[in-house]
């Protein structure tokens, strides 16, 4: 069969890729569409160390074609979103609703695949850039056929990263503020998350001004292209000012209840601490080179106590996020079908890489086989 397949320095489509049968804990799927997230180019470019040969893409949905003996809950046929987070169920996290802190759940690496006859590693227990894969049952999560596959495959990573981050990792809440630094597929999802949730003031902040009118649709009310001079954190004092006059300096200044870092740079993050009002969060959602440090002052939080937190994939409880947001999308309260700015086959993923390396895509989606 067809896959994505990363050689440990770049990557291309092979049609030698199998996939092995599922334990009697896994089941197999035939992916029909996979968004094309930034973790998979992290891989190409070394953000990401991982080994090689790998199945790229961990962004999909499919059908269910194949189950082991011990699954229940999906059965041949059913249409699912599939998750990254493989994790155990058994241990202390997941059962405080923390599946995101379990240990099982991190990198996960094997190698179900063969590439020409050879083992070939997944990609973040997922590997859904190919016609076929086989993950743990509690990967996948049972939808309305009704759903549109090419639109659901975003839930799994970029939705479920950027509403999560909101609903999971803040009290985000009526009447509250936030920014949000990069309009992108996982920024748009912040946005809309905290439209939901009642925020009075969303700031989007970009460097490319052609994301505006997207940023405002899925719910910023205001917009702030960054680059070269452009002083964000003052940009946001301006707009939100203390109300106490006498309260000057950078302790007073004013600013938003809550600040996303979707890029993944330590210089933005630290501007997201920085915007704060007193008592504020900065959340790092974006994800940085493995060894990237962030310069913040103490005082940021034995003065005023602001809050530095991050999310790993929006903390996300996949097994009740990934229905609630399909419920929230069809009372049309979350977009989805607008995050998909294209279509590719499987074989044109380089033009939907130029494209979003361009800034054109909030989600490039990859055809995989037929619906
Ligand atoms: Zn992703
Ligand atoms: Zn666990």
Same mark, same amino acid.
Not at 85 to 91: I, N, R, S, V
Not at 98 to 112: D, G, L, V, Y
């Given at each position: 069969m067809k896959g994505l397949v990363y050689d440990g320095s770049k990557a291309a489509i092979r049609d030698d890729v199998e996939v092995r049968a599922p334990g009697p804990t896994e089941v197999k799927v035939r992916i029909v569409s996979a968004g094309l997230c930034h973790s998979d180019l992290s891989v190409l470019d070394g953000t990401i160390p991982w080994p090689a040969p790998a199945v790229l893409g961990h962004e999909g949905a499919g059908v269910v074609a194949e189950v082991g003996e011990a699954v229940q809950h999906v059965a041949p046929g059913d249409h699912v979103v599939l998750h990254? &987070?493989?994790?155990? +169920? $058994?241990?202390k996290w997941c059962n405080i609703g #923390?599946? $995101?802190?379990? #240990?099982?759940?991190? $990198?996960?690496?094997?190698?179900?695949f063969t590439v020409a006859g050879e083992p070939a590693w997944n990609f973040a227990a997922a590997s859904f850039f190919t016609e076929y894969t086989v993950v743990r049952g509690i990967q996948c999560v049972k939808i309305d056929p009704a759903i549109d596959l090419s639109v659901a495959c975003l839930i799994g990573c970029g939705v479920l990263t950027g509403i999560g981050s909101v609903w999971n990792r803040?009290? &985000? +809440?009526? +009447?509250d503020t936030c920014a949000v630094f990069g309009v992108g597929g996982v920024g748009l999802n912040v946005i809309q998350a905290a439209k939901v949730r009642g925020a009075r003031r969303i700031f989007a902040i970009d460097t490319i001004a052609d994301k505006e009118p997207a940023a405002r649709s899925f719910g910023a009310t205001d917009f702030i292209l960054a680059g070269? +001079?452009?002083d964000v954190v003052q940009r946001i004092r301006a707009e939100l000012p203390t109300e106490?006059?006498?309260?000057?300096?950078s302790f007073g200044e004013g600013g938003v209840d809550y600040a996303f870092?979707?890029?993944?740079?330590p210089d933005i993050l630290n501007s997201a601490l920085e915007m704060l009002d007193w008592g504020g969060t900065a959340v790092a959602v974006g994800v940085p080179a493995p060894t990237a440090t962030v310069p913040a002052r103490v005082t940021n939080f034995t003065h005023v106590e602001r809050t530095l937190t991050g999310s790993r994939a929006g903390s996300h409880r996949p097994h009740w996020d990934i229905p609630l947001i399909v419920d929230a999308y069809r009372r049309g309260l979350i977009k989805l079908d607008e995050l998909v700015s294209a279509r590719y086959p499987l074989e044109d993923w380089e033009t939907a890489v130029h494209d979003l390396h361009d800034g054109k895509l909030a989600r490039g989606v990859l055809t995989v086989s037929a619906a």
């Open positions: 990254t &987070l493989a994790y155990c +169920g $058994a241990c #923390r599946p $995101a802190w379990c #240990r099982k759940s991190i $990198a996960n690496a094997s190698q179900p803040t009290n &985000l +809440g009526q +009447g070269p +001079g452009v106490i006059e006498n309260v000057v300096g870092d979707c890029v993944g740079h």
